[in-house]
């Protein structure tokens, strides 16, 4: 052997020696900062994501955690297959492609006139919807409300969670949630392994979390999106009706608007808490079905499944700022309100671009699933004291710009 391949197998076992240590010290680093900071849902999160080859959570986590399942209807309503045959165009398919979609339909009235898939996603599949799941618990909400089992949507959340009852904590309503004005201290982050969501997501302890925030701000004044908002709304719709959260769910929503497949709700735990901020698996089509009765006003074959009044109320967005600081446009009662266009667009949304969008004045239903999604309009740093600016551009602030093109796609085909 030459010295020089004597000196390059030294470099070697050198450097994996220096690799190996290093990882050891990361190892017991993370395991020392898990076990003294207590954020034991770590250990969940590292398991699901990078010991996978992911970067954070996916559509298809179903089987990673703990679920209920709600059983689909008994009479399931059939859509009317079109019969005049749509097609995306090229620069549309690439588009599709790029953000990952795995679904995209599109309903008019009772027909469904375009559907297409990608990869092994089909039409039995079932997906996370992520935070279109605060919509379908909003909806709930209203008709707990109808039913006398909630008194008001200015019901103090203290009646129905005790930790709620003193303090700055008394004066937070059932509105307030609703509207993403608690002006709690819930840490919103989508890619913080150490914020509230992440602990809400893969943590064990739903109730506790949502239960140990602190007031930071008056309730009522400022929109600031918080899922720990929807968590409460969760817990408070089962104190005030006795009812499991799932059970409740299929009782006054699933089984009646002829839903054709189960459906998933992640719990915290076996047989613990539906993560109501997030979480609820189901098919594209049914997704369409639940989107049709938003359409509808919470009507469903001729009945009023969620108050009208609700419904009305639901999409009014109140007089109150953004963190923008410019007037909320875009947010109702755990509903997105999308006016920037020619006709309003109501829509229910989650993380990775999972969409219901009802389009009233079209009679039009559009779902999109998939992994990716565009960043929400954002103002440009120059343009933040342009008054002239703002006006022009305030009602499409904080909506994803790939809203638009599925709108103007699903247009396109009722034309």
Same mark, same amino acid.
């Given at each position: %052997?030459?010295?020089?391949?004597?000196?390059?197998?030294?470099?070697?076992?050198?450097?994996?020696?220096?690799?190996?240590?290093?990882?050891?010290?990361?190892?017991?680093?993370?395991?020392?900062?898990?076990?003294?900071?207590?954020?034991?849902?770590?250990?969940?999160?590292?398991?699901?994501?990078?010991?996978?080859? =992911?970067?954070?959570?996916?559509?298809?986590?179903?089987?990673?955690?703990?679920?209920?399942?709600?059983?689909?209807?008994?009479?399931?309503?059939?859509?009317?297959?079109?019969?005049?045959?749509?097609?995306?165009?090229?620069?549309? @398919?690439?588009?599709?492609?790029?953000?990952?979609?795995?679904?995209?339909?599109?309903?008019?009235?009772?027909?469904?006139?375009?559907?297409?898939?990608?990869?092994?996603?089909?039409?039995?599949?079932?997906?996370?919807?992520?935070?279109?799941? =605060? @919509?379908?618990?909003?909806?709930?909400?209203?008709?707990?409300?109808?039913?006398?089992?909630?008194? #008001? !949507? *200015?019901?103090?959340?203290?009646?129905?969670?005790?930790?709620?009852?003193?303090?700055?904590?008394?004066?937070?309503?059932?509105?307030?949630?609703?509207?993403?004005?608690?002006?709690?201290?819930?840490?919103? #982050?989508?890619?913080?392994?150490?914020?509230?969501?992440?602990?809400?997501?893969?943590?064990?302890?739903?109730?506790? !979390?949502?239960?140990?925030?602190?007031?930071?701000?008056?309730?009522?004044?400022?929109?600031?999106?918080? #899922?720990?908002?929807?968590?409460?709304?969760?817990?408070?719709?089962?104190?005030?009706?006795?009812? *499991?959260?799932?059970?409740?769910?299929?009782? =006054?929503?699933? #089984?009646?608007?002829?839903?054709?497949?189960?459906?998933?709700?992640?719990?915290?735990?076996?047989?613990?808490?539906?993560?109501?901020?997030?979480?609820?698996?189901?098919?594209?089509?049914?997704?369409?079905?639940?989107?049709? %009765?938003?359409?509808?006003?919470?009507?469903?074959?001729?009945?009023?499944?969620?108050?009208?009044?609700?419904?009305?109320?639901?999409?009014?967005?109140?007089?109150?700022?953004?963190?923008?600081?410019?007037?909320?446009?875009?947010?109702?009662?755990?509903?997105?309100?999308? @006016?920037?266009?020619?006709?309003?667009?109501?829509?229910?949304?989650?993380?990775?671009?999972?969409?219901?969008?009802?389009?009233?004045?079209?009679?039009?239903?559009?779902?999109?699933?998939?992994?990716?999604?565009?960043?929400?309009?954002?103002?440009?740093?120059?343009?933040?004291?342009?008054?002239?600016?703002?006006?022009?551009?305030?009602?499409?602030?904080?909506?994803?710009?790939?809203?638009?093109?599925?709108?103007?796609?699903?247009?396109? %085909?009722?034309?």
């Amino acid at each position: %052997m030459s010295k020089n391949q004597s000196k390059l197998r030294k470099l070697i076992r050198k450097f994996i020696r220096i690799t190996l240590f290093t990882l050891l010290f990361l190892v017991i680093s993370v395991n020392l900062f898990i076990i003294l900071s207590g954020r034991f849902y770590l250990y969940k999160g590292i398991a699901s994501t990078y010991l996978k080859g =992911k970067t954070g959570p996916g559509i298809y986590d179903k089987d990673v955690f703990a679920y209920s399942t709600i059983k689909h209807s008994d009479e399931v309503f059939k859509w009317k297959e079109s019969k005049q045959r749509f097609s995306l165009t090229s620069d549309e @398919t690439k588009f599709m492609e790029n953000l990952q979609t795995s679904s995209f339909l599109v309903f008019q009235g009772d027909s469904l006139i375009f559907e297409k898939y990608w990869g092994e996603h089909q039409k039995e599949t079932v997906s996370n919807c992520f935070s279109a799941t =605060k @919509t379908f618990v909003s909806l709930l909400v209203g008709i707990a409300i109808e039913e006398g089992k909630i008194k #008001s !949507l *200015d019901e103090p959340v203290g009646t129905y969670i005790p930790e709620f009852k003193e303090g700055e904590k008394s004066k937070i309503t059932v509105r307030h949630l609703l509207l993403m004005s608690s002006g709690l201290d819930w840490e919103e #982050s989508g890619k913080n392994p150490l914020s509230d969501n992440a602990e809400s997501y893969y943590g064990t302890d739903l109730y506790g !979390l949502v239960t140990s925030q602190k007031v930071i701000e008056k309730p009522g004044v400022r929109f600031n999106y918080q #899922s720990g908002n929807s968590q409460l709304l969760g817990f408070i719709i089962e104190k005030a009706t006795g009812a *499991d959260l799932s059970d409740y769910a299929y009782n =006054k929503i699933w #089984s009646k608007i002829g839903t054709e497949h189960d459906a998933y709700w992640s719990l915290d735990k076996e047989k613990g808490a539906e993560k109501a901020f997030c979480c609820l698996y189901g098919t594209s089509r049914d997704f369409g079905r639940l989107g049709k %009765m938003i359409l509808q006003e919470g009507k469903w074959n001729g009945k009023q499944i969620v108050p009208l009044w609700y419904m009305k109320e639901m999409v009014k967005t109140p007089a109150m700022k953004t963190n923008e600081g410019v007037p909320n446009y875009r947010y109702g009662l755990h509903i997105w309100t999308f @006016t920037g266009g020619a006709t309003p667009v109501y829509y229910c949304r989650g993380i990775l671009g999972q969409y219901i969008l009802s389009i009233p004045s079209k009679n039009l239903v559009i779902v999109r699933t998939g992994s990716k999604r565009t960043p929400d309009f954002v103002l440009p740093e120059k343009m933040k004291n342009d008054a002239v600016y703002l006006k022009k551009y305030e009602r499409i602030l904080g909506h994803p710009t790939d809203i638009i093109r599925y709108i103007s796609i699903g247009k396109r %085909m009722t034309r």
